[in-house]
């Protein structure tokens, strides 16, 4: 009886380190995808981005189409 008390006791420390293990490298993916993010926010020139979205003339179309509605 006390032997296997003891694998439990080995099998839950197994268990608690795996799942912080894994709750880590959780955050530290969700932190590295904010900071991707941010850094894409801080460098995308939206005047530039809009400028090339409009001047494609099918979506131009669609913003007239819309306006005439």
Do not use: C, G, H, Y
């Amino acid at each position: 009886m006390e032997n296997i008390e003891k694998n439990l006791s080995i099998i839950r420390s197994l268990e608690t380190d795996i799942i912080n293990k894994v709750s880590a490298k959780a955050d530290k993916i969700v932190q590295e995808t904010m900071q991707e993010r941010q850094l894409r926010m801080k460098t995308v020139n939206v005047d530039k981005a809009l400028n090339t979205l409009l001047s494609d003339p099918d979506i131009l179309n669609v913003f007239i189409r819309l306006r005439d509605k």
